[in-house]
């Protein structure tokens, strides 16, 4: 078994004819860049939870939709070192096949949860900065709880099919699924794309855009603080649009190309290419629970305050300042 597995080529058993692929190098690219997201990203977002849960209150509708991305990408980060030893070994999964559908169901449940909060937040924003009357009605944190149980929910029952469709083989545990199903896995991971990617994505393009347009605008109000408010609402938009555009939608273009080779079983040589590019991507989807601590200490004073040991009463009307603020 262990012999099959250190040889250089494997067979590619999802494709109806038989394609050898080096793959060699996601044994190291995988564990490695897991490996370090697994530690970066355990800290930053440790700091954050801990920072939000404690130190700030009360809880604006924008904090919650923060805590529920850092409990998202906390709870993505929790399942990497399984993959680690299961790729550092090799493809060799030790654990048992239900397991592998759970670790299998919770990457992805959270990865798409960390999408949709990442959407919740920019349309938040969207609201305070271009409708800023309107908002004070539309947004509250009872609503911002309502909304982020139904993200929950929304998840949750379309990830749920992971749990039929995650298969261990002769101890691989299929990142897809096993040869027979993976026609019908293709159908349901090409309408998750469309639901939990293309559609919020397209709906942080046109927020964060019109955000933009609303900011460049020259105003006399508020004087030098109204422009450091827009310097930061900016440099926000520039790290939400940096994490799709970097993280997500690599993943999810190379993805769907390798995806659809296999499904239409193209040549060799274009199904192994797509095939490296899919994997060199998949290290960026899990970066962005890197980089997602920085939104929260760029939201505000209360923040950045919460990090700090000496943590003054006199401090603390910044943090209420943060609340009151639309981000």
């Known amino acids: 078994m262990m012999a099959a597995l250190n040889i250089s080529s494997f067979i590619n058993q999802s494709s109806q004819y038989s394609c050898k692929f080096n793959e060699d190098f996601k044994y190291i690219l995988l564990p490695v860049s897991y490996g370090l997201v ?59 096949e239900t397991f592998c559908k759970i670790i299998r169901f919770l ?14 937040i920019s349309f938040h924003r969207f609201i305070g900065i271009c409708h800023p009357v309107r908002s004070m009605q539309w947004v509250n944190a009872g609503r911002a709880r309502s909304v982020s149980f139904l993200v929950w929910v929304i998840v949750l029952i379309f990830q749920s099919p992971v749990l039929y469709f995650s298969r261990t083989t002769n101890q691989v545990c299929h990142d897809t ?21 293309v559609i919020p994505f397209a709906l942080v393009l046109v927020c964060n855009g019109l955000m933009m347009r609303k900011l460049i605008q020259p105003t006399t109000v508020g004087g030098s603080t109204s422009q450091r408010s827009k310097q930061k609402s900016v440099k926000m938009i520039i790290i939400v649009l940096l994490v799709f555009v970097l993280c997500f939608l690599p993943f999810h273009l190379t993805r769907s ?21 899919y994997k060199i991507t998949r290290p960026l989807a899990s970066v962005n629970s890197c980089i997602d601590p920085i939104l929260y200490f760029m939201a505000g004073q209360g923040f950045r305050n919460s990090l700090s040991k000496k943590y003054k009463p006199s401090q603390r009307q910044g943090a209420r300042n943060f609340h009151s603020t639309p981000l």
Do not use: Q
């Open 107 to 120: 990457f992805y449940t959270n990865l798409y949860g960390s999408i949709l909060f990442l959407s919740c």
């Open 38 to 96: 697994f530690i970066v990203g355990l800290v930053l977002n440790a700091i954050a939870l801990y920072s939000i849960l404690f130190r700030i209150k009360p809880w604006s509708p924008n904090t919650i939709y923060m805590i529920n991305l850092a409990v998202c990408d906390t709870l993505y980060i929790l399942t990497l070192p399984f993959l680690i030893y299961y790729y550092a070994d090799k493809n060799d999964w030790p654990f048992t």
């Open 257 to 277: 190309l390798y995806y659809t080779f296999r499904y239409f079983n193209v040549n060799c040589t274009l199904l192994e290419g797509s095939n490296i590019a």
């Open 177 to 197: 699924t096993s040869k027979d199903l993976f026609h019908n896995f293709v159908v349901y991971s090409s309408t998750i794309s469309v639901i939990l990617f």
